[in-house]
């Protein structure tokens, strides 16, 4: 995970021709994937020791810092899976948006507000919507409010995996129906 998405990045900053903004899409895919794959293991190699979970059971804002980053970059990689699935849509369905000279703005502008809105949503524990005690396991089923947890967290998340998978379906259908006209003037 760690390798492939650092050669990913690199190649879309290394190479100027690559950095359009399909591809700005699959390189913040890179970065939130990325961010995953640190921070969980981080939390395995920490939580792995004694004394690493006594230290994150101890200090209110590691643990909370850690789950806030955890559950910032697990809501980011699949928000920015739909995106990519809605560029995709607008390519196939309006061609058109795809040949507009500040379609790069555009999604660079969505990546952006969509980073800050992450950050903002996921920050709540982190400024008291928490219920971490002294000694208590870091885990965000334990230390995050319920209604949180299920309405800003899982309830989005849920939410941006429906939207993804009927995008999904609406892009194979628009393929399959391109396909069977081809087919039907070849024949």
């Known amino acids: 995970s760690v390798v492939g998405n650092v050669l990913t990045i690199r190649t879309f900053f290394k190479i100027k021709n690559l950095q359009d903004a399909t591809n700005c899409l699959i ?25 690493g979970r006594l230290y994150i059971s101890t200090y209110k804002y590691a643990c909370i810092i850690f789950l ?21 849509m607008i390519a196939i369905g309006v061609p058109v948006v795809n040949e507009r000279p500040d379609k790069k703005k555009m999604v660079l502008l969505w990546i952006s507000l969509t980073w800050i809105g992450i950050l903002i949503s996921t920050s709540l524990p982190t400024l008291g919507v928490n219920q971490w005690e002294h000694g208590m396991s870091c885990n965000l089923y334990f230390v995050f409010e319920k209604w949180y947890l299920t309405y800003v967290i899982l309830l989005s998340m849920f939410v941006v995996l429906v939207v993804t998978a009927l995008l999904n379906i609406c892009i194979g259908l628009i393929a399959l129906r391109r396909h069977v006209r081809r087919f039907k003037q070849v024949a």
């Open 27 to 51: 390189c913040n895919q890179s970065i939130a994937d990325l961010l995953c794959a640190l921070v969980t293991s981080v939390y395995v190699i920490v939580t792995f020791s004694h004394a």
């Open 68 to 88: 806030w980053g955890a559950s910032s970059a697990q809501l980011s990689a699949f928000v920015n899976i739909m995106t990519i699935s809605i560029e995709r």
